[in-house]
């Protein structure tokens, strides 16, 4: 294999792919675009949760429970009805995803120091968002009786009693628990694999649809320096498609890039050349 030939075919690629604009703005926009839509629409985070209240009570206390949903950032408030029917309705057409019911003998209940219930109404259409919803409506039903235990000890001078066990949680690499942090960093690794046999699937193809390839076979060209030659120039725009992509996750998603770079684009380079080499398999 003679490096003078594999650059003349490189050349020869390299030229090609600037003479066809279309193409060289389709292999550069592409992972822009499928980036920004699939960034924006693929989200696994649940929050500010449309919401709305019918409070039959209408008591300082169910007041103060409706005040712990709508100070949490996972419950967005819509509106307050006067009764059951309209909660339903708007939960049937699609206007909220979670109806709050505090019966009318809410207040009198926790007063006489006895068990009371509260209703959650959850659109169960996308279970994942209705299971999460219900979790955290859960976990601040238990924040609010507590609260209450605590005020009700405190009165019969009892003190605060702290729980045997205290769990200290700590979550690494994703404190935030953002999805975006895990999601965008796939998404560009099934762009660039897409996006890599795309564009050479059709090169050695296209050799034999122009006729070039009956010349290129009786040259002394090796069938070696062919494919690398063919290769090369894809595989720098490939490079230059993860740099976008990269500079996209980081500058415009927020996603933290740590670590060395060198390394990254390293194990990108090397991702990127069996994704060629795949649409090279295909075009041959």
């Known amino acids: 294999m003679k490096l003078i030939r594999l650059r003349a075919i490189a050349r020869k690629e390299f030229i090609h792919i600037l003479r066809d604009p279309r193409s060289l703005a389709l292999a550069l926009t592409i992972p822009v675009l499928l980036l920004l839509l699939f960034g ?4 696994l985070d649940v929050d500010r949760i449309p919401t709305a209240i019918f409070d039959a009570d209408q008591s300082p206390q169910s007041r103060e429970f409706i005040s712990y949903f709508l100070s949490s950032k996972y419950f967005q408030y819509q509106a307050s009805v006067s009764n059951y029917k309209d909660l339903q309705r708007m939960l049937d057409h699609g206007q909220i995803l979670m109806g709050l019911v505090i019966p009318d003998n809410f207040s009198r209940n926790l007063q006489l120091n006895r068990p009371t219930t509260v209703q959650v109404l959850l659109d169960g259409t996308d279970a994942n968002t209705a299971t999460i919803a219900q979790g955290y ?5 238990l924040l609010y009786s507590q609260e209450l235990l605590h005020k009700k000890m405190n009165s019969l001078g009892m003190g605060k ?4 066990i205290e769990p200290r949680i700590r979550i690494w690499f994703n404190p935030d628990l953002e999805s975006r942090n895990f999601i965008i960093p796939g998404l ?12 050479t699937s059709g090169t050695v193809a ?6 070039n390839m009956e010349q290129l076979i009786s040259t ?9 030659g063919k ?3 894809y595989f720098v725009v490939g490079l230059v498609d993860v740099f976008l992509s990269v500079a996209m996750g980081k500058f415009l998603f927020g996603v933290p890039l740590r670590g060395s770079s060198l390394l990254l684009f390293s194990l990108a380079s090397i991702f990127l050349l069996g994704a060629i080499c795949q649409g090279v398999l295909v075009s041959i």
Do not use: C, D, F, N
């Open 206 to 211: 296209r050799e034999w649809e122009r006729g």
């Open 137 to 141: 409506a859960l976990a601040i039903a």
């Open 40 to 43: 924006y629409a693929l989200t």
């Open 231 to 233: 290769l090369i120039p």
């Open 188 to 199: 560009i690794a099934i762009i660039m694999a897409i996006l890599a046999a795309l564009l």
């Open 220 to 228: 002394p060209l090796q069938k070696e320096e062919l494919i690398l």
């Open 161 to 164: 009693v702290s729980p045997p």
